[in-house]
């Protein structure tokens, strides 16, 4: 008889605890919709690629690996170090890049100086999250090299 309860009991507690662990698994997930709002439901993902530097211009290329239309990407080019160049180089907007499609942005400015800079590129978009992307480069008066 006691066996029997006790394992009643077991059943029970056993049971609970799945209920109670799926409940808060929900609970998580409609937290973590309402921290970042409903638009990350249906989420796609963005990627830099490609960056260069040229004579006259900075530039790379932002690509849509998720899996919807990416809309209203921010996207900025920083520069830091060694150079003339205002650190933040250039910034635009694209309305929409469709699935598997990229983009290729960049600035057109010289860029004088000497020495180590880095190049920052930054990516915001309305249903990703936030990319940044930062590469090393060498500055010979208004010729970058990359590495």
Same mark, same amino acid.
């Given at each position: ?57 900075? &530039?790379?290329? #932002?690509? =849509? %690996? ?6 209203? @990407? ?6 830091? /170090? ?8 250039? &910034?635009?907007? #694209?309305? =929409? %890049? ?6 290729? @942005? ?6 004088? /100086? ?34």
């Amino acid at each position: 008889m006691k066996i029997k309860v006790l394992s009643v009991a077991i059943i029970i507690l056993v049971v609970s605890a799945i209920a109670t662990a799926s409940n808060l698994n929900e609970s998580v997930e409609n937290q973590i919709i309402s921290d970042f709002g409903a638009e990350f439901i249906d989420q796609t993902g963005l990627e830099i690629s490609n960056i260069t530097g040229r004579f006259w211009k900075i &530039g790379a290329d #932002i690509t =849509n %690996i998720g899996d919807y239309n990416a809309t209203n @990407v921010r996207w900025d080019i920083y520069t830091h /170090g060694r150079t003339i160049t205002p650190i933040h180089f250039a &910034g635009g907007n #694209i309305q =929409n %890049i469709p699935l598997g499609e990229s983009v290729y @942005v960049y600035g057109v400015k010289p860029v004088f /100086g000497f020495g180590d800079f880095r190049i920052i590129v930054k990516l915001e978009c309305q249903n990703a999250m936030p990319v940044e992307e930062i590469i090393h480069a060498f500055n010979f008066f208004m010729f970058i090299i990359m590495y």
